[in-house]
């Protein structure tokens, strides 16, 4: 089954803020050169869960 528009625009969204965070934290403990990469989020049609 195919994603919806509104499915497709919230797993984009979704897919920034993880690696962003992601690399945050890892940066502000860990790793100063560092790139975090999140290849594919998936929504259900209800948006309950990613």
């Known amino acids: 089954m195919e994603e919806s528009?509104?499915?497709k625009k919230?797993?984009?969204?979704l897919q920034?803020?993880?690696s962003s965070?992601?690399?945050d934290y890892l940066r502000k403990n860990t790793?100063?050169?560092l790139l975090v990469s999140?290849?594919?989020v998936t929504v259900t049609?209800?948006?309950?869960y990613a």
């Open 16 to 18: 920034e803020d993880i």
């Open 38 to 40: 999140v290849t594919k």
């Open 10 to 13: 919230i797993s984009g969204i």
């Open 21 to 23: 965070v992601i690399q």
């Open 31 to 33: 790793v100063k050169n």
């Open 5 to 7: 528009n509104r499915q």
């Open 45 to 48: 049609p209800d948006l309950g």
